[in-house]
């Protein structure tokens, strides 16, 4: 054998040796295009303080980000788009009202204890941006819950605070409900004509960015319609059920359902990994939801966060349960 | 029978870029004897052969060189006249290093091959056509290199009712089998009956994928065999795996842990029927195979028929050499094959494939933590989950891996291409794997 200079070297590495090209920055930069509309929206609604606060959260999750890894001694992750994605998430979840610096710290939160405090991408067991937006909610509480009217640009009814906000309200202390839902009223809500977090408000935006993930693959269909499918089934049975209880798109349009159910509980890394799984973690989530909604009278009218939260913490359990069998493994 | 479309589909899969266009049109091409052969004694699954010649010896073409060493080996022959130089190590495909016979050619190519031919095997009984199937050398020509005897031979409580002959030849680039396929259709067809009559099978299907239209035509216009049909299958990799295929053509599953006899079937590879063939009817000893030799680094991609032993440096001489700089090497295909450290290796009988490729076709990426996007139990074709096991492994749970079926994992590379983190899964369940075995080998012996 000839001796060889460095440039007769080749590459020798385990099979295979062909790649799909996917990549985890692709996917970020896809979640990242799928929020377009979203931030459209909420643009078009809250105007300025939409920019801002969507900008301090992205700005301090990727300071935080980059911190924690120079700190930790890692290598920097800012490329992976994975901050960026928890901070726009994050800033989609406050309302628009909310001082820069709360949302600043949420973002720290989000970023320093709930993800790299476990290692980083891939290490969390629970979504960082609802561990930011929980920070905020429990130590916020005030201006978490607060929605002023002038944040608002929108028309019509409803200003200083959410229909969510409003019929939770008035069921807490036995009243009636504060409204009929007009058809007119549901438009609004499904376009996202109300006041409510940044992000959340636009149904209609959130579902063509979903549309976009699931065109793309990156997301699978099984969380959205297992999620949404469990709180429909749940509103049915509520409105044969109740007198007192709103319809069916009044629960699906109005507060954080959508969004979550579409970009935080779609999140790859905090939920299963068997599609079974998946199905059984939207379950969770819509009827945990519901329940927070229309049976838990506590201090929030919305339990979005907390449904998936709490279902963050069984993705464990859940993707042992849903162990596959392999092709050809004998029948039990 | 007309050509039948699979009835079945396993599921997972991927589809990579085929870039088979290369040499999908490339006739097979004779390559000239190169001016020395280096047989490796260990081309098989099994116990590595014993050489039966020195060094100074003068051998002719077909002659055996090597005695297989047990049940599960394969003998040696020369593929061409000339003299043994030395044994020594050498380099192999495989990575590691084995005894190999040095011969140089003496260009007469004068041939004394110990096998009869047996043209009338119709009329001979099956053993001693399996007993010329192994006398001859031949071994799974796909990549394992499982000595056919064998697989020939199954026990009396095992009946097999179905032959399928695997042309689905699913890796990216390879062209040598669909090249076969159009070109010496007639005889695959016969040794398709050659093995069916050896094992007393019913049905033969030839599995072709969809994305190879002419060989399926050549194919069905060749067709004399009754009970014989073309099957297609849908274009997936890895459809040309024993355990998927056999379900894509039969629908039966394989069990874990078990073989295709169990369910009645028998898989061969297309270069090995023919292989079958020359060894029966022509009494020729498998000494040389096609071979594609392609990648966006190789100046004219072909494919060749050359002699085992050839130096893959001569194949890439005979394509007009390198096109700018090599950054990678690979034996087989890209999805399972071998990467080299350099050209000074020889190719063996399970060589299908010989791949240049520039740095551009080999990004390099640094592994990022799983983010359980779950793409690789999709893609999965053995149902296994990949995200799961590269993490325990990763933690060197090894036991944890083998309860989630690792020893299952064929290594097909389908959950790494998907991968979105470039994570090494394949090298993982390799790791995983080779330690398990170790630890069976020890406990036997205990």
Known sequence: MKPQSSADLHIVSSSPHAHSGASVSRIMADVLIALVPAFAAACWFFGWDAIRLTAACVTACLASEWLCRKAMRRDNTLSDLSAVVTGVLLAFNLPPALPTWMAVAGSVVAIAIAKQTFGGLGYNPFNPALIGRAFLLISCTGPMTTWSASAWRGADALTTATPLGLVKEALKAGQPLPFTLTQDMTWNFFIGNMNGCIGEVSAAAILLGVAYLLFRRVITWHVPVAYLGTAVLYAVILRFTSANAMPVSFHLFTGGLMLGACFMATDMVTTPITRSGLLLFGVGCGLLTMVFRTVVNGAYPEGVSFAILIMNAFTPLINRATKRQPFGAKSP | ?446
């Not at chain 2, 004779?30 to 039966?52: D, M, N």
């Not at chain 2, 590879?269 to 040389?288: F, M, Y």
């Not at chain 2, 036991?399 to 998907?418: N, Y």
């Open chain 2, 1 to 446: 029978m007309k050509p039948i479309r699979a009835p079945y589909c396993f599921s997972g899969g991927i589809h990579p870029v085929y870039s088979k266009d290369l040499t999908r049109s490339a006739p097979i091409q004779t390559l000239p004897c190169p001016p020395q052969l280096v047989i490796a004694l260990s081309q098989h699954l099994g116990a590595p052969a014993v050489a039966i010649v020195k060094a100074g010896d003068s051998v002719s073409g077909g002659q055996r060189l090597a005695d297989p060493a047990g049940v599960i080996s394969a003998p040696i022959h020369a593929p061409t006249s000339g003299k043994i130089l030395r044994i020594e190590p050498a380099p192999t495909p495989l990575g590691r290093p084995v005894p190999a016979i040095i011969l140089e050619p003496d260009g007469h190519d004068t041939w004394d091959s110990p096998l009869t031919p047996m043209p009338d095997w119709s009329r001979l009984d099956r053993k001693s056509l399996a007993g010329q199937v192994g006398a001859a050398g031949v071994v799974g020509m796909g990549g394992a290199g499982f000595p056919t005897q064998v697989k020939l031979s199954p026990p009396a409580d095992k009946p097999i009712d179905t032959l399928i002959i695997n042309g689905a030849e699913c890796e990216p680039y390879l062209t040598g089998d669909h090249r076969l396929m159009l070109e010496r259709a007639e005889a695959l067809w016969q040794g398709a009956a050659i093995i069916r009559y050896i094992l007393g099978a019913k049905t033969v299907h030839i599995a072709i994928e969809d994305n190879k239209p002419d060989a399926i035509q050549a194919l069905e216009s060749a067709r004399t065999l009754e009970d014989a049909a073309v099957c297609i299958l849908k274009t997936s990799y890895p459809q040309g795996s024993e355990k998927q295929q056999i379900y894509s053509v039969t629908g039966r599953v394989v069990r874990t842990g078990g073989l295709p006899m169990d369910v009645g079937c028998v898989v061969e590879n297309v270069g090995t029927t023919l292989a079958v063939w020359d060894a029966v009817v022509n009494g020729r000893p498998l000494v040389s195979r096609t071979i594609t030799v392609s990648g966006d680094a190789v100046a004219a991609p072909a494919n060749f028929l050359a002699l085992i032993g050839t130096p893959f440096a001569a194949l890439v001489d005979a394509c007009g050499g390198a096109r700018g700089r090599i950054a990678k090497i690979i034996s087989g295909g890209p999805m399972m094959g071998f990467a080299q450290a350099s050209l000074d290796v020889a190719m063996s009988k399970t060589s299908s494939g010989l791949l240049l490729l520039s740095a551009s076709r080999v990004p390099g990426f640094t592994s990022q933590p799983c983010i359980a996007c779950g793409r690789c139990l999709d893609a999965c074709p053995m149902g296994l989950m990949p995200a799961e096991l590269s993490q325990c492994i990763e933690a060197d749970d090894i036991d944890a891996a083998e309860h989630l079926f690792v020893m299952d994992c064929f290594e097909c590379g389908s959950c790494a291409f998907v991968c979105p983190a470039h994570r090494p899964l394949v090298q993982h369940m390799r790791r995983a794997k080779a330690i398990i075995l170790a630890r069976r080998r020890a406990a036997i012996k205990k």
